[in-house]
């Protein structure tokens, strides 16, 4: 059994608050009584190091002990008094759920030495507790369902932030009248008044989650759900325009050598860093709030986490690279200029004619954007209008009616199927080589559209 972080707090307060008091119990009967036991992390599957375990007797006695486990998650709490007591447990990690572990209770004799085992719950019970009863029943019955849990915070002063919305988004391959085409469903929960949320019954896989609250956001982060289990996060928010956060780390292989000539980048920022014969890197005046980093180096996949960088203290983290990228043998291959390439020439023909709206690789640098709808904000006469989730629907005005329309949306060349929003919430600024944007006038013959074009080339 579970409580809400509200009523739990409030329960933890009158045990310290009754802890406090020890001092002024009467005395008037030995104390030998002895409890020894363990305190486990059913989440983990390991023993909970740190937690303060505290028993207490109701009122009107104000008797009340505590001890903290350690590394293997082991406690002893000796000189007891006789007597019933209320025995629980204290842990950041139920902070960060959003529950608190249930009280239970135990009878202490003279002389007695007893024996308390304690938990965390199980992942199923505590979906139970956070979901709902439909919600875990409907997880029993799909090996495929997990639950995320955390906590928005912002990034400056470590505040909870309330009624942030939290987005979570992934890719599906869709059949319908249009054909197969991609579409990008997603969910969406609202903070507490403490900044917790939940997101209850998502198919295990990879998502993207992202909060924002007003003008503070977090960047796009990658996450992993595994089946049947309760993934935590913790996401701070800033406003885009923040920055000085700094960043140092170390890129290695798995089995720990150092990695030279990584090249490191965070997502939102246009800096960039390489690392040294030591695997070491450093960046400075990075967005603050949570962000994916990303390294890549010749013979590997790249890799990406998530970061938190701060004005305050330099954040220190390890990359490790441990998928290794199989490399051929050296061939030396004749041919013709790609297709890609002759796209691209097209781009710059016709950027030089002077119709329409284009923007470079270059412009995208310099303007930093956090998301394809930033790019669209900046077009002249676009509509950008933010949905319920990550991306954006955005609309001109057609040549045949005053009314703003949806423009048609070329990617590499070929006409995209799904809609705006699934189109922005996909591609990212940093997979971008060039933009091409047409009113219904000034389209060209190759790229038709009625309400005007956005023609997107990707590298």
């Known amino acids: 059994m579970t409580v809400t972080m509200t009523l739990a707090r409030a329960i933890a307060a009158l045990l310290l608050a009754l802890a406090s008091l020890t001092g002024w119990a009467p005395q008037s009967r030995a104390q030998t009584g002895r409890v020894d036991g363990v305190v486990y992390d059913s989440l983990r599957m390991q023993p909970l190091a740190g937690a303060i375990v505290q028993l207490v007797q109701p009122p009107p006695s104000r008797d009340a002990y505590s001890a903290?486990?350690?590394?293997?998650?082991?406690?002893?709490?000796?000189?007891?008094?006789?007597?019933?007591?209320?025995?629980?447990?204290?842990?950041?990690?139920?902070?960060?759920?959003?529950?608190?572990?249930?009280?239970?209770?135990?009878?202490?004799?003279?002389?007695?030495?007893?024996?308390?085992?304690?938990?965390?719950?199980?992942?199923?019970?505590?979906?139970?507790?956070?979901?709902?009863?439909?919600?875990?029943?409907?997880?029993?019955?799909?090996?495929?369902?997990?639950?995320?849990?955390?906590?928005?915070?912002?990034?400056m002063t470590g505040a909870p932030v309330p009624s942030a919305l939290i987005s979570v988004s992934w890719p599906v391959l869709a059949v319908d009248a249009r054909g197969v085409h991609r579409e990008t469903r997603q969910l969406h929960a609202k903070a507490n008044d403490e900044g917790w949320f939940a997101l209850c019954g998502l198919d295990a896989g990879e998502f993207q989650l992202r909060a924002e609250s007003g003008a503070r956001n977090s960047g796009y982060v990658d996450l992993t759900v595994p089946p049947r289990e309760l993934t935590r996060v913790s996401l701070e928010l800033a406003p885009d325009s923040s920055s000085g956060g700094k960043l140092a780390g170390t890129v290695t292989t798995k089995d720990g050598r150092p990695l030279e000539g990584a090249q490191v980048v965070v997502d939102g920022s246009t800096t960039t860093a390489s690392t040294d014969?030591?695997?070491?890197?450093?960046?400075?005046?990075?967005?603050?709030?949570?962000?994916?980093?990303?390294?890549?180096?010749?013979?590997?996949?790249?890799?990406?986490?998530?970061?938190?960088?701060?004005?305050?203290?330099?954040?220190?983290?390890?990359?490790?690279?441990?998928?290794?990228?199989?490399?051929?043998?050296?061939?030396?291959?004749?041919?013709?200029?790609?297709?890609?390439?002759?796209?691209?020439?097209?781009?710059?023909?016709?950027?030089?004619?002077?119709?329409?709206?284009?923007?470079?690789?270059?412009?995208i640098d310099a303007t930093n954007p956090q998301s394809v709808c930033d790019l669209l904000r900046r077009m002249p006469g676009v509509n950008v209008a933010t949905d319920a989730g990550i991306g954006c629907s955005a609309s001109i005005r057609g040549m045949q009616s005053l009314r703003s329309c949806e423009p048609t949306v070329y990617l590499d060349n070929m006409p995209f199927m799904g809609t705006m929003s699934e189109f922005?919430?996909?591609?990212?600024?940093?997979?971008?080589?060039?933009?091409?944007?047409?009113?219904?006038?000034?389209?060209?013959?190759?790229?038709?559209g009625g309400c005007g074009a956005i023609v997107v080339w990707t590298r």
């Open 68 to 155: 903290t486990t350690d590394s293997l998650g082991r406690f002893s709490i000796s000189g007891i008094r006789a007597g019933k007591y209320i025995s629980g447990f204290l842990h950041p990690l139920l902070d960060t759920l959003g529950v608190l572990a249930a009280y239970g209770s135990l009878t202490i004799a003279d002389d007695d030495n007893a024996h308390l085992s304690l938990s965390i719950p199980s992942a199923a019970k505590l979906t139970s507790a956070i979901c709902g009863p439909a919600k875990a029943a409907s997880a029993k019955g799909a090996d495929s369902i997990g639950t995320v849990v955390g906590h928005a915070t912002d990034a």
């Open 277 to 363: 014969t030591r695997g070491s890197f450093s960046l400075a005046a990075l967005p603050l709030g949570t962000r994916m980093i990303e390294s890549r180096a010749l013979g590997y996949a790249p890799t990406r986490i998530a970061i938190t960088p701060s004005r305050d203290e330099t954040q220190t983290i390890t990359i490790v690279m441990d998928k290794r990228v199989e490399t051929l043998q050296e061939v030396t291959v004749y041919g013709k200029r790609s297709s890609r390439m002759r796209d691209l020439t097209g781009f710059l023909d016709r950027s030089k004619r002077g119709f329409g709206h284009f923007v470079t690789r270059a412009e």
């Open 424 to 448: 922005t919430a996909m591609v990212l600024p940093r997979q971008i080589m060039g933009i091409e944007q047409y009113s219904s006038a000034t389209e060209p013959i190759q790229f038709p």
